[in-house]
């Protein structure tokens, strides 16, 4: 394939391409970017394909597609395009390339998922079907500094009365349980999907059984009849600055003063014995937006840090 009149070559990610990866990956998302901290667990994944796109023998290009769902759903991550080399197509070639190596080496893959942010153009929804939409909300911290703020919080609304119940705590056995549940996969989980940081799985067995074993922080309103549920990542690395942490935390179920007790209490999970700055990106459902930015910036002293424009799961068959 030809891109301004060079021929652009495809081939797999190895090891050894790491720091030329990551010399195109340094401006994707404001300096967050988790690829840094996932990429040598993606190329020894033999469920992935991590596909690069050079030219004239540099990187200019990667895409990955991860096999889950028992084999029926390639899941498209970490599309990344150098700098200079954006607006060219060069997305959508390598894009199509990986999609027929995953047609060739992976046959019994049905459908093929990935998600978005910001608004959909028309002709997306001509490819795809829109399966669900999160918010996403941003928020910049130190992790010193918010600690009191969610003692606080959490005080306050212990006085309350009926404001706070105690978020719970799951181990793997009961996560697995509780998101394989009929009534929270139909009620509470949006889409039928479990969403987490931008990776979409159905919740099937095998997916719960790869979930629990990474290091996550599991939460329920309820252990058996739960309406609000959510996954918190251990803060990461990232390049945005000095000492820069990433959280993720994926909020699911429509009652926001169960929702806004998880985020208290993922946040205190997951602050509790750092000193560095923070930024977490917050994910729940379209609904209680107002309600969320609201109790962030007046209870917590938060403030929105950029724009996503929510987060779209989008889906197309092979």
């Known amino acids: 394939m030809a891109v301004d009149g060079h021929t652009l070559e495809f081939c797999l990610a190895e090891e050894a391409d790491f720091e030329e990866v990551m010399s195109i990956s340094g401006d994707v998302y404001g300096g967050i970017d988790y690829l840094p901290v996932r990429y040598h667990a993606w190329i020894r994944d033999p469920f992935r394909r991590v596909i690069l796109a050079k030219k004239k023998g540099q990187i200019v290009a990667l895409v990955s597609a991860n096999i889950v769902d028992n084999g029926h759903t390639a899941v498209f991550e ?4 150098a700098p200079l080399e954006r607006g060219k197509g060069i997305a959508g070639l390598i894009q199509g390339y990986c999609l027929n190596l995953v047609k060739d080496q992976f046959p019994e893959v049905k459908v093929h998922r990935y998600t978005k942010s910001g608004q959909l153009a028309p002709k997306i929804l001509t490819k795809f079907r829109l399966i669900c939409k999160q918010e996403v909300l941003s928020v910049q911290f130190k992790a010193e500094d918010i600690r009191p703020k969610l003692e606080a919080a959490v ?3 212990k006085e309350s009365g009926k404001e706070w119940e105690d978020p719970v705590l799951l181990g793997a056995s009961d996560a697995k349980r509780v998101f394989l549940s009929p009534r929270v996969v139909d009620g509470v989980l949006p889409g039928k999907t479990i969403i987490q940081d931008w990776v979409p799985y159905r919740p099937l067995e095998s997916n719960l059984k790869k979930l629990v074993s990474q290091d996550f922080i599991w939460m329920a309103d309820d252990k058996e009849e739960p309406t609000v549920l959510s996954v918190g990542t251990a803060p990461y690395r990232v390049p945005l600055g000095t000492g820069y942490h990433r959280l993720n935390i994926d909020i699911f179920g429509k009652q926001f003063p169960r929702a806004r007790n998880q985020l208290l209490a993922q946040l205190q999970q997951g602050v509790s014995t750092l000193e560095v700055p923070i930024y977490c990106l917050l ?6 937006w107002q309600d969320m930015l609201s109790f962030c ?10 724009d996503f424009e929510g987060q779209n799961l989008l889906e197309a068959d092979m």
Do not use: C, I
């Not at 994910?283 to 209680?288: A, D, G, N, Q, R």
């Not at 910036?297 to 950029?306: C, E, I, V």
């Open 297 to 306: 910036q007046t209870a917590l002293g938060l403030h929105k840090d950029r």
């Open 78 to 81: 970490g599309l990344r395009v």
């Open 283 to 288: 994910y729940f459902e379209p609904s209680m």
């Open 155 to 157: 005080a306050q609304l």
